[in-house]
């Protein structure tokens, strides 16, 4: 039994989510931008040779620990958009973890 609300009785739950997850998408790759940035001179620059790889590192970081500690990343907590399992719950760590390695 789920928990969630049903997208044909109650679509009010699911208007607009596409463009708010596109929204919370190009913010949170501009926040990862941010943390990109700041790490490249404590890697001594070294990662301007590996940027493809730092950039999915510290995303996949970031968007591990936000969900973790809040069901969402902090852009989609922005535009309203939080992931829940299957019974309603909140996320907890090992979910966003398992989920960001599968989309990987």
């Known amino acids: 039994m789920t928990h969630l609300p049903d997208p044909i ?61 809040g069901s969402a990343t902090w852009r989609m907590r922005l535009v309203s958009i939080e992931l829940h399992n299957p019974t309603g719950a909140r996320l907890d760590l090992t979910k966003p973890h398992f989920a960001r390695l599968v989309i990987l």
């Open 9 to 69: 009785t109650q679509s009010a739950f699911y208007e607009n989510v596409p463009a708010k997850r596109l929204f919370a998408w190009v913010l949170d790759e501009v926040i990862i931008l941010g943390i990109c940035l700041i790490v490249l001179p404590f890697a001594g620059f070294l990662g301007i040779f590996f940027w493809p790889l730092m950039w999915l590192l510290d995303g996949f970081a970031y968007r591990t620990i936000t969900i973790a500690n």
